[in-house]
């Protein structure tokens, strides 16, 4: 067993770059209940983040557009070392009972990632969750707020914490995102 476990670890540990796994399985948070996609479409600034190895820039956003009523075209975008950079995915609804726990993927290859919207008032802000075990012993994760502006009131973040924290989600290395100067300099 500790063989399979340390052979499973060499492997995944390069996948997950600067997070840290977790021990156990992934906490099952609650979603936003009555979730309407139409209304949580459109453009969302990431406000803050736990740390992510695929996001290295600045002045990240993600717009959301619906092609069909479980497909969804996902844009993000982050500045990089003073160039733009864009990737597209898509999206899907994986049950449709549950609207609000969403698939994400931004590769053909790749099997879509849990994209679950904890919490949103669809104008202001939003939570998001997602979570990938591994064989049940240890999980991954990654959270993030996202605001339809590129800044938020402290105690909207500070609620958005609270959330998490409630579900069961560690957060204490949440950091802020960098959203200034984004206009000017692409």
Wanted: aromatic fraction near 12%.
């Amino acid at each position: 067993m500790k063989v399979v476990f340390a052979a499973v670890f060499a492997f995944v540990l390069p996948l997950i770059g600067a997070q840290v796994p977790h021990w156990g399985p992934c906490p099952e948070p609650e979603v936003q209940p009555a979730f309407n996609l139409k209304q949580f479409m459109g453009r969302w600034f990431e406000i803050a983040k736990l740390p992510a190895q695929f996001e290295k820039g600045r002045c990240i956003e993600t717009n959301f557009t619906l092609k069909t009523d479980k497909l969804i075209r996902v844009v993000s975008s982050e500045i990089l070392k003073a160039q733009l950079r864009k990737i597209e995915g898509a999206g899907v609804i994986e049950d449709m009972k549950n609207p609000a726990k969403l698939g994400i993927s931004y590769s053909y290859v790749l099997p879509y990632s849990p994209y679950w919207i904890l919490s949103t008032d669809y104008v202001n802000s939003a939570l998001v969750y997602s979570c990938t075990d591994i064989l049940r012993l240890f999980h991954v994760d990654f959270a993030w707020i996202l605001g339809r502006t590129r800044t938020l009131p402290e105690a909207t973040v500070e609620k958005a914490m609270e959330i998490f924290a409630k579900n069961d989600i560690d957060v204490s290395r949440m950091v802020p995102s960098k959203q200034k100067d984004c206009d000017n300099t692409v």
